[in-house]
């Protein structure tokens, strides 16, 4: 874990507690009731694949803890005496760091936790406190969890956490086999393996970061509170994409300056693009926030014009969803209408920004990028070229609410040369519509047409 003074500050500047960062008021390392604390904090955190713990504030207010510090902080939180605690009671070899950061003249520890977590840790051995109470239970594996009310916090780890903490084992155990097969074999060697020993395709990591925005734009959308006439905007359809990138980038946390390159880099080729940073926008809301390493926004547009949610982190992982905008025009009544040529816009617009994403965040050329695009709510509606032509012409019907598709592409592949994977991307929702297809001279002509618009 990195605990450079840039990033211990940064954390610290920015304090917010998550799933990956504990926040404790001082605790004394010596007394059992801290000890249970620490040992807690560092098997949650490491179950989640690593993070910070900071001692020394209130995690309420976020703001120093003015009582309680100890005299020579250092010695107290001294890198031995807190991993003698975690080598202790932890089940898992955990080596653990400690770095301290200076505010107001006054030092404040962070416990930094490793990731690669593959095998959960628990705790190997019961704590009791002087009157007998159980402060730590042998054999419980503890996580930190969003719990009922979506606040992050540590605790026993619950049945609807055991999906998480077995897919972040599974994901380490992938990119360690990945990478020593890359190492060994090269790429093409490593799908070889990679197959016949089912290890997750790009298509599969493609398809978790899907799940894993959708889970992230609901605790979004729960946490807004969106008026009636926003809630409206959850019945209609929508669209979703997830975006990885092969091989990811080693990066445990995505700044600002992350953030400023997607802004930067993106072409912009319509007027409310794909992974729109919404950094200047008036409304505070909408602007974008840090959850769990990784940058999101809900932009709700006024009016209830958009709503738009995207979640990106700076390994390679790309989400967003956004309303059909066949449901948002007087042209065609909600639901009933998908213009194709639209759905073609926003695959041709969606692979030319990733592409763009190559070079500005410094993947490497010989990278491969996997889309994973999924539409929502088209049960019952027709083909309709309503966009151009202007007035509603019907045809087909699909009987498929959703649909899915995903395409992967090299890294060096040309803007101008995507127009083939932008039909193989949108051949299986058009095909729905009673074998409707659009020919690749059409689709052509569409995506050119896009390109010209910057």
């Given at each position: ?15 917010s507690e998550g799933l990956n960062v504990e926040i404790k008021t001082w605790i004394d390392p010596k007394a059992d009731e801290s000890i249970a604390k620490i040992t807690k904090a560092v098997i949650a ?57 200076e505010l107001q003249g006054l030092l404040y520890p962070v416990i930094a936790v490793p990731q690669g977590v593959t095998v959960p840790a628990a705790a190997k051995r019961d704590l009791l406190s002087q ?160 959850r769990e390493t990784a940058w999101e926004s809900l932009v709700l547009g006024s009016g209830s014009e958009h709503l738009d949610f995207y979640r990106m982190h700076a390994r390679g992982q790309f989400y ?135």
């Open positions: 874990m990195d605990i450079s003074k840039a990033r211990l500050d940064s954390l610290v500047s920015r304090l955190l490491y179950n989640r694949n690593g993070g910070y713990l900071i001692i020394g504030f209130d995690n309420t207010t976020l703001e120093p803890d003015q009582q309680g510090a100890p005299e020579d902080v250092k010695a107290a939180f001294h890198v031995d005496v807190i991993q003698g605690i975690v080598s202790k009671y932890s089940s898992i070899s955990i080596e653990i760091q400690v770095g301290f950061v009157n007998g109470k159980p402060l730590v239970r042998e054999d419980t594996v503890y996580f930190r969890t969003l719990g009922s009310n979506g606040t992050p916090s540590t605790s026993a780890i619950k049945a609807t956490d055991w999906r998480d903490l077995l897919e972040i084992c599974f994901d380490n155990r992938e990119a360690d086999i990945g990478r020593f097969l890359r190492r060994q074999l090269g790429n093409a060697g490593a799908n070889i393996f990679s197959s016949a020993l089912k290890i997750p395709t790009l298509e599969d990591r493609a398809r978790s970061i899907l799940q894993e925005g959708a889970r992230a734009r609901e605790l979004s959308i729960e946490a807004r509170k969106l008026d009636p006439s926003a809630k409206a905007l959850l019945q209609k359809g929508s669209w979703e994409v997830g975006l990885v990138f092969d091989p990811p980038k080693d990066i445990e946390d995505s700044t600002k300056d992350f953030l400023a390159k997607v802004d930067s880099a993106n072409p912009e080729y319509t007027g409310w693009p794909a992974w729109l940073v919404s950094t200047n926008f008036h409304n505070k809301a909408d602007r974008p926030y840090k967003q969803s956004r309303i059909l905008r066949d449901d948002m025009t007087t042209k065609v009544d909600p639901g009933t209408a998908l213009d194709p040529r639209l759905a073609v816009y926003f695959v041709a617009e969606v692979i030319a920004v990733g592409l763009r994403f190559v070079e500005a965040l410094d993947f490497d050329a010989d990278a491969t990028l996997g889309f994973i695009f999924r539409w929502n709510g088209l049960r019952g509606r027709h083909i309709d070229h309503w966009l151009d032509n202007g007035f509603s012409s019907p045809r087909g019907e699909t009987r498929d609410d959703i649909i899915e598709s995903y395409v992967e592409l090299p890294a060096d592949t040309p803007a101008s040369s995507i127009a083939p994977y932008v039909q193989r991307a949108t051949s299986r929702l058009l095909g729905s519509f009673a074998g409707f297809e659009l020919k690749s001279d059409v689709i052509e002509v569409e995506v050119n047409r896009l390109l010209k618009r910057k």
